[in-house]
């Protein structure tokens, strides 16, 4: 019930998902695009023929005017023979007025004015023009109209007869042009036609092209939650070369990461347990015996609770040193300030010197001063008490214990070596593993819980340091910890 409530809530609404996003982002684009395509072409035609028949009629008016002002005055008949003369071009109508107004030309009629059909005189009809454009053109102007409207071209000039500067009559021609309307509309269909294959071609391939790219993402998605339910071996096959291939290789070293991380917590559990089941074991052990047995004397009772005393003081220093990790791995770094590493160093050498005479080692220092870092006392302290109390632990009676603090360049350097067990050379890169005993029953002996070097190294990295261990000729062990140099400014106050 609580999976399928789950899979309700993170199921994306159809409308909202990228898949939807990206083909809509496409689809609008491809639709401006063709808007663009069915009003631009056809708005630049149209403009290009307005312009074509504004020339064209002007210099045809033009003709006529040039043909008719050879006249002084315009009459009917002088103006007939004159029209009969000239080529109508092609046109719907053509009129010639006279300074009034009065037509005296019209190509529309059927015959002349003052003959009727059958060629008998008759009275002349009088007829003015009373259109906008011959107004205009007796007043002196050149005028010109046009418009598309109904699959047809309209046009219309008129330009004033002129004769020796006065305005004797005017032309008037009018062309309906039916050919360049089809031939616009048909453009408009092209363009439609085209548009519709366009439109399913981008639908399609808007539809492909979001789905190709929303298949990876969702193969991310499922992959983020395989491995939010604790999967870390699950990997994604990185397809192309995009930024998606490369977020699909960041999540496959995340999750290599993550795997690492668990394998070595499950270990760290494991070791942890085991560690915390030795001493159980033994108290147990011990405090049975002491209530099975009751014939047992005060002597071997008093032995019996100072080794289960032993026990729980093995138990506490396997818990501190687990909650001290623990610091290291969760806590945020202490404010640091200027540390003098020999002084800190001399300090854990006198603090031990106790601990070595006890079993029969000798610590000898060498310190050089001016060995400046940027650390905290306790930390520093804790790193040079632990790798000198394993000197001593590991070590033989009799034998030595080397500690020195020196500059090496822009580091300073801490080494302590001793004249011990020593380290076999397969065994150098796990020595600061969590847990990592080389002689588990020496150390077991001698009180360690196989932590101590793993603290050492989680501080030294803490504060921007290093650590290695080698093998010491001809015997022992050296473990070496390096730190960036500290050098002061000549106002800053030095500790």
């Not at 045809?60 to 043909?67: E, G, I, K, L, Y």
């Not at 360690?448 to 001809?474: C, E, K, Q, Y």
Request: with cysteine.
């Amino acid at each position: 019930m609580n999976g399928t409530g789950e899979e309700k809530r993170k199921k994306v609404p159809f409308f909202s998902t990228l898949q939807m996003k990206y083909a809509m982002s496409y689809l609008v684009i491809f639709a401006v695009v063709l808007v663009l395509l069915n009003t631009y072409p056809v708005l630049a035609s149209q403009e290009l023929l307005f312009t074509s028949k504004r020339d064209s009629l002007k210099s045809q008016a033009a003709v006529m005017a040039s043909a008719l002002m050879e006249l002084e005055s315009l009459s009917a008949d002088q103006v007939v023979r004159v029209m009969n003369m000239l080529d109508n071009m092609g046109l719907t109508r053509i009129l010639v007025t006279d300074p009034a107004g009065l037509v005296l030309y019209d190509s529309t009629r059927d015959s002349e004015d003052g003959e009727d059909p059958g060629g008998e005189e008759t009275e002349p009809e009088y007829r003015y023009a009373l259109y906008q454009e011959v107004v205009s053109a007796l007043r002196g102007n050149d005028v010109f109209y046009s418009r598309y409207s109904d699959k047809v071209f309209t046009s219309t000039a008129a330009c004033p007869i002129i004769y020796r500067g006065m305005v004797i009559g005017a032309i008037y021609i009018l062309e309906v042009d039916s050919a360049q309307g089809a031939l616009l509309l048909s453009l408009q269909q092209n363009l439609r036609n085209i548009s519709l294959v366009i439109a399913v071609v981008t639908l399609l391939m808007s539809a492909l092209f979001s789905k190709m790219l929303t298949t990876r993402m969702a193969a991310l998605l499922r992959a983020i939650r395989i491995v939010g339910e604790g999967e870390y071996g699950h990997r994604l096959q990185p397809a192309g070369r995009d930024e998606l291939a490369q977020l699909a290789e960041e999540f496959n070293q995340l999750t290599d990461r993550l795997q690492v991380t668990e394998e070595v917590r499950r270990r760290f559990v494991s070791d942890a347990s085991h560690e915390l089941k030795t001493p159980l074991a033994s108290i147990q052990l011990l405090s049975d015996s002491i209530l099975q047995n009751e014939q047992m004397d005060q002597e071997t009772v008093r032995d019996f609770v100072s080794d289960i005393g032993e026990e729980a003081k093995r138990l506490t220093r396997i818990t501190e040193h687990l909650l001290a990790l623990t610091r290291l791995d969760s806590l945020p770094a202490e404010k640091t300030e200027p540390v003098d590493v020999s002084a800190v160093a001399e300090r854990a050498v006198n603090m031990l010197t106790p601990v070595a005479d006890t079993a029969g080692v000798t610590i000898r220092a060498e310190t050089k001063p001016g060995c400046l870092i940027r650390c905290t006392n306790d930390d520093l302290y804790q790193i040079c008490f632990n790798l000198i109390e394993n000197a001593i632990k590991y070590n033989f009676a009799g034998g030595y214990v080397y500690v020195s603090t020196h500059k090496d360049g822009d580091q300073i350097l801490i080494e302590v070596a001793d004249t011990g067990i020593g380290i076999p050379e397969e065994e150098l890169t796990k020595v600061f593993n969590r847990f990592y005993r080389v002689d588990k029953a020496r150390s077991r002996a001698a009180g360690g819980t196989g932590l101590g070097l793993s603290i050492v190294r989680d501080t030294v990295r803490r504060h921007g340091g290093w650590v290695t261990a080698r093998r010491r000729n001809p015997e022992g062990s050296v473990f070496t910890v390096g730190f960036p140099r500290y050098v002061p400014d000549p106002e800053e106050e030095l500790p």
